[in-house]
């Protein structure tokens, strides 16, 4: 199972589609250390126990949090993402990156279950993990933008250095 997140850059005037090379180079290797950046930084903060309300996960069922308290691996006792480590273990390991001057994606590998919206062995709706795990909060958002500014005018101001 992989689980994919992508930023990608829309541009109001279609002319600076149009751009010289270097130019279309240095937007790439922003979004790419800008995805980077969200991989390593704001991706853990999936996993923190304030999680809840800045994701706005779905309540789990009173059922479910009485075996989790009871089953759980350390912390995967409290935090909803959380029940033995292996999906923070899987999602924070060997990542792929690829790139274009207009997007650039990250591509985690996680188990088979964040994609199940049902249970096998009941009729109960569980959550909805795979977007729990990519959701943005407007604080993210917020970084993630200030990232891509702050690394297309690192590289901008080194590209007139020279």
């Known amino acids: 199972m992989t689980v994919v997140l992508s930023i990608k850059l829309q541009f109001k005037d279609r002319s600076i589609l149009v751009l010289p090379r270097k130019f279309k180079s240095i937007v790439k290797d922003s979004l790419l250390q800008t995805v980077f950046f969200w991989w390593k930084t704001l991706l853990p903060r999936h996993w923190f126990p304030s999680a809840r309300a800045a994701y706005h996960h779905r309540p789990r ?9 009871r089953t759980g691996v350390g912390q995967g006792r409290f935090i909803d993402l959380l029940y033995t480590g292996k999906t923070r273990r899987w999602m924070t390991h060997a990542p792929r990156f690829t790139g274009t001057s207009k997007q650039a994606t990250v591509r ?50 080194r590209l007139e250095r020279l």
């Open 61 to 69: 069922s009173a059922w479910y949090l009485r075996f989790k308290r």
């Open 108 to 157: 985690m590998d996680a188990p088979q279950y964040i994609s199940y919206t049902r249970s096998t062995h009941a009729k109960v709706l569980i959550p909805d993990m795979k977007r729990e795990l990519t959701e943005v909060s407007g604080s993210d958002r917020a970084a993630i933008v200030a990232k891509l500014q702050l690394e297309l005018n690192t590289r901008v101001k």
